[in-house]
């Protein structure tokens, strides 16, 4: 079953509606040795595996594939198919989710080529850098982590390259008191985190302001220009002017808007000072 599906084209499956599928559920649990059922039924929840996929974090050796990944992803799923009945008291896709991603985890840890000794000296170095970086208040840098291990900084380095560990993006960071997921803690690049929203609504609430200080013209010049992705040219033929003249505005309606934020931010300074 599993050699059938291609991890790339999960996208193409045809999915039952929730009446066919509660249907293929009640003729799988009333006859369990039914392996065609079960076969419709991986087929149906498979976008859970590329769904886990997705979010665990492997540093692996080139020996590793996704195909090899997906392959212990579906074999996770099948497992959680077979085990499931209603009685557990939660929805097949969380329960799945659950046995495939340690299913993934299990397989990979299980191929550990690293003998003993190294892996007791990688889990030195991370225990160093984690006792640092409670005194420090911050995460050590590689020399600071050879000194206080007694061992060169070469060494360290070499030692890391070793390491071969997986995780997942689900597994907890912290004490058990205040632990939180790994997920949790990456911020997405794409984003602004609350306090560059915070200034990013700031600006332009400030901008906006200034804006209508302007010149009912110029100001009507930064909108077509900024807003609505006018060309200089196309503004000159909206309010019957020429290119150049519209260009002289925009110049000028910057240096005003300079200006205007100039003594803002200058008024807002001497009233956090008083």
Same mark, same amino acid.
């Given at each position: 079953? #599993?050699? +059938?599906?291609?991890?790339?084209?999960?996208?193409?499956?045809?999915?039952?509606?929730?009446?066919?599928?509660?249907?293929?559920?009640?003729?799988?649990?009333?006859?369990?040795?039914?392996?065609?059922?079960?076969?419709? &039924?991986? /087929? %149906?929840?498979?976008?859970?595996?590329?769904?886990?996929?997705?979010? /665990?974090?492997?540093?692996?050796?080139?020996?590793?594939? @996704?195909?090899?990944?997906?392959?212990?992803?579906?074999?996770?799923?099948?497992?959680?198919?077979?085990?499931?009945?209603?009685?557990?008291?939660?929805?097949?896709?969380?329960?799945?989710?659950?046995?495939?991603?340690?299913?993934? @985890?299990?397989?990979?840890?299980?191929?550990?080529?690293?003998?003993?000794?190294?892996?007791?000296?990688?889990?030195?170095?991370?225990?160093?850098?984690?006792?640092?970086?409670?005194?420090?208040?911050?995460?050590?840098?590689?020399?600071?982590?050879?000194?206080?291990?007694?061992?060169?900084?070469?060494? /360290?380095?070499?030692?890391?390259?070793?390491? #071969?560990?997986?995780?997942? &993006?689900?597994?907890?960071?912290?004490?058990? +008191?205040?632990?939180?997921? @790994?997920?949790?803690?990456?911020?997405?690049?794409?984003?602004?985190?609350?306090?560059?929203?915070?200034?990013?609504?700031?600006?332009?609430?400030?901008?906006?302001?200034?804006?209508?200080?302007?010149?009912?013209?110029?100001?009507?010049?930064?909108?077509?220009?900024?807003?609505?992705?006018?060309?200089?040219?196309?503004?000159?033929?909206?309010?019957? /002017?020429?290119?150049?003249?519209?260009? %002289?505005?925009?110049? %000028?309606?910057?240096?005003? &808007?300079?200006? @205007? &934020?100039?003594?803002?931010?200058?008024?807002?300074?001497?009233?956090?000072?008083?």
């Amino acid at each position: 079953m #599993t050699s +059938e599906l291609d991890h790339n084209s999960y996208s193409h499956i045809k999915r039952v509606s929730d009446e066919e599928l509660e249907s293929l559920w009640s003729d799988y649990f009333a006859d369990k040795t039914n392996k065609v059922i079960r076969d419709k &039924l991986i /087929v %149906q929840y498979i976008y859970l595996t590329r769904y886990v996929i997705g979010r /665990v974090k492997v540093n692996l050796p080139p020996s590793f594939s @996704i195909e090899d990944i997906a392959s212990y992803g579906v074999e996770g799923l099948i497992d959680a198919i077979e085990k499931y009945t209603m009685e557990k008291g939660a929805r097949f896709e969380t329960y799945a989710l659950m046995r495939i991603r340690g299913n993934i @985890i299990d397989k990979i840890r299980s191929q550990d080529f690293l003998p003993r000794s190294a892996r007791r000296k990688i889990r030195d170095v991370k225990n160093a850098t984690e006792d640092l970086r409670a005194k420090l208040g911050r995460m050590p840098t590689t020399t600071e982590v050879a000194n206080y291990l007694g061992i060169e900084k070469e060494r /360290v380095d070499e030692i890391l390259a070793e390491d #071969t560990s997986v995780f997942s &993006l689900h597994d907890k960071k912290g004490t058990a +008191e205040d632990s939180v997921e @790994i997920i949790e803690t990456i911020r997405d690049e794409n984003k602004l985190n609350p306090e560059e929203q915070l200034e990013e609504k700031d600006v332009k609430k400030q901008l906006h302001t200034a804006l209508k200080r302007l010149p009912e013209r110029e100001r009507m010049i930064m909108v077509l220009y900024y807003h609505e992705n006018m060309t200089l040219k196309e503004i000159g033929d909206m309010i019957d /002017v020429s290119e150049s003249r519209v260009c %002289q505005l925009h110049a %000028q309606a910057i240096m005003k &808007l300079r200006k @205007i &934020l100039s003594e803002e931010r200058t008024n807002r300074l001497q009233r956090s000072i008083v």
